[in-house]
Each structure stands twice: as C-alpha cells, then as structure tokens.
C-alpha cells in the first residue's frame, strides 16, 4: 500500500512569505506526526495528532507555527513570516497508535529552504 | 527534559569491520527504537526494545536495551557499504512523541 507522502519535495521561499506544507499520512492511521530535521541533526519533535485534535504541540518553536488536521487524515503545518532559521527537511510521520512508541512511519520530508 | 546522547557522531570504517553506536540518557524511557535514515529519505524503523536488559538480533545488527532501561546499543558485524546511513536512537517521550538523539552518521567504504 502507499506510504506516507507529503508535497512538495522542496520548497523555496523569501523571507516574511506564508507556506504550506502537506502530509498525507498511510490511510487508517490515527496518530500523525510532524518534526523538523536540520542539517546533520536527528528530528525534532513539533506536533502531534491523534484523530483531529493536537494531542501535543509543545515541540512547535513559536506562535508563527502551526498545523491542522480538520479531517483526521491529512495535515497541513503552516508557517507565517518565513525566517531563514526555518531552513531545514519537515518530515511527518503516522501510525495506527499514539502512545508507548508504535511504529512511526516517515515520508521523505519536504525540503525548505527560506532566502 | 528527556534526552538522548548518542556516540561516536561520525563513524568511517571499512567494509569487514565491527563497529558499536551507544545511545545513553539519563531519564528512564518505556521503549527506545533505533532507526536508519538515507539521504533524501525519511527515518525507517529497525527494531523497538522494551524490556530492561532485552537483547534484539537483526541479521548483522544487535540491539541491545540497557538494564534501567536508560541506555541502549547496536553493534553491526562485518560492517557493508550498504549498511551506510544515519542510525537514529529514539526513545518514547512521556506525552506519546518520540524524542530523538542527534543520530551517528556511518560511512562503510568498500
């Protein structure tokens, strides 16, 4: 079946735009993730979903930061007033359960990259 | 704050060679998972231990989980060229996300 796939694959933006970035998550799956990797650093925690609700957003940097999940499957993490420390591969991630560390399972992240 | 150290950071070996990544934290996690990521890839999970002292084996990878379940290790025998990647620590944060160590960048060179 498919695999979690999240658009677009890269991203380039000036400094101060508003962006978007997709995840479609494997279908069935409950909990939905989003973390931020920079270069030559392991991921970094953001958001997490379970269904529609964000069970935990603590991992989220700053109120210009922020995801929805209207639906329970697919998510949306928005980004107002791009800087250029919010460089980095935004990578999401779901499985069939929330909590106890269940298998994640990661799509190949969206590349952005702010100028 | 829970985190996760990993070591070595970087590791360069030849194709044959043993090699151990430790990943050492000073809070209790209930599962700590080890991952391998590629380039241009997102993180693939390769094994999920859970009881202090557990001992996992994956062909030439051993996992093995420490008995106060604050540390873990994986030791790959005679290391291949496909073996290299990003191998990622994670342990299960106490709000249900995983936390992430800064993983150990390997390079088998043939």
């Known amino acids: 079946g498919a695999g979690v796939s999240q658009t677009p694959s890269n991203k380039v933006t000036e400094k101060g735009k508003y962006v978007e970035l997709r995840c479609d998550p494997i279908?069935?799956?409950?909990?939905l993730y989003w973390y931020r990797q920079s270069l030559g650093q392991g991921p970094e925690f953001l958001i997490y979903f379970q269904g529609t609700g964000a069970a935990d957003d603590s991992g989220l940097p700053n109120d210009r930061f922020f995801a929805v999940r209207p639906e329970g499957s697919v998510s949306t993490l928005k980004i107002q007033r791009t800087e250029r420390g919010d460089s980095a591969v935004y990578l999401c991630a779901s499985s069939s359960s929330g909590t106890d560390s269940y298998e994640q399972y990661f799509g190949p992240g969206t590349r952005l990259t702010v100028t | 704050t829970q985190l996760l150290e990993q070591s070595p950071q970087f590791l360069s070996i030849q194709e044959g060679e043993n090699l151990t990544v430790y990943c050492n934290s000073s809070?209790?996690?209930?599962?700590l998972q080890w991952y391998r990521q590629e380039p241009g890839e997102g993180p693939v999970l390769l094994v999920t231990?859970?009881?202090?002292?557990e001992v996992k084996k994956l062909k030439r990878l051993t996992f093995q989980f420490g008995d106060a379940r604050k540390d873990s290790s994986l030791h790959i025998t005679a290391a291949q060229p496909g073996d290299t990647g990003l191998y990622l620590c994670?342990?299960?944060?106490?709000?249900?996300?995983?936390?992430f160590g800064k993983g150990t960048k390997l390079s088998v060179k043939p």
């Open positions: 809070s209790v996690f209930s599962s």
């Open positions: 231990v859970v009881t202090g002292g």
């Open positions: 279908s069935g799956h409950t909990a």
């Open positions: 994670v342990g299960g944060g106490s709000q249900g996300n995983l936390i």
